[in-house]
């Protein structure tokens, strides 16, 4: 009877879910816990707000283009929720399937129909926060400046989106995240010794610190950081 298979139609559509993020994720690391829809619903397991970021990073790095994607989803009349039955018609799952498996380019981020992919943003619509995922997108382009220092134009690209945070407590809270996790190692260590640092590698940063191009590009970084 159809009482009796609902709730296992509602269960499958929420898999789908967690198949979409899974594949458009498929190379970021995401955490310990699995996607599954129990991990999801609990709330605090994962940050959807950080998928998002991580998504719309994987399109394109400039600002001004995430957040003409943002407010094209806004009003998109292509935007569904996958876990809603709404999402079961052809041609809606046809675009999910799309959306698992290719990316638009960054010339159109956004689909102009249902027969091309779609980000993550336009199936979670209700999590468009344009300040939350800036501020997302600047915390996860910090770490990946951590990880390859010598690459400064990720920070350039964390500066960018930071001046797009118009919410003083927002912007103050992600600076010092920043602050404190990928800049003041570095000066603590030009400062104490690396020795005394353990965030930071000194066989990776002395050479870079030695560089005097390399090390007047970073000052510069963080003095606008700071004047933030």
Request: hydrophobic share 40%; aromatic share 10%.
């Amino acid at each position: 009877c159809e009482e009796c298979v609902r709730p296992w139609r509602e269960l499958l559509r929420k898999l789908r879910v967690c198949l979409l993020i899974s594949l458009r994720l498929y190379s970021i690391p995401l955490g310990s816990l699995p996607i599954t829809v129990s991990n999801i619903e609990e709330g605090n397991a994962f940050s959807i707000s950080q998928w998002i970021a991580y998504d719309e990073l994987s399109l394109t790095h400039t600002n001004s283009e995430i957040v003409d994607l943002e407010n094209a989803c806004w009003s998109s009349l292509f935007s569904f929720d996958p876990s809603l039955e709404e999402s079961d018609e052809t041609e809606k799952w046809k675009m999910l399937q799309i959306s698992c498996i290719e990316r638009r380019s960054s010339e159109n981020l956004s689909p102009s129909n249902e027969t091309e992919p779609g980000p993550l943003l336009l199936f979670m619509q209700h999590y468009n926060n344009v300040l939350k995922l800036a501020a997302q997108r600047a915390l996860i382009l910090a770490q990946d400046w951590a990880r390859d220092p010598y690459s400064l134009h990720l920070l350039t690209e964390a500066l960018s989106t930071l001046r797009s945070i118009n919410n003083s407590a927002l912007l103050s809270a992600t600076l010092q995240e920043i602050w404190n996790a990928t800049l003041r190692p570095i000066y603590r260590g030009l400062l104490f010794g690396f020795h005394e640092v353990h965030e930071i590698s000194e066989e990776v940063i002395t050479p870079l610190c030695e560089d005097r191009s390399w090390f007047q590009a970073f000052n510069r970084s963080s003095m606008e950081f700071i004047s933030l």
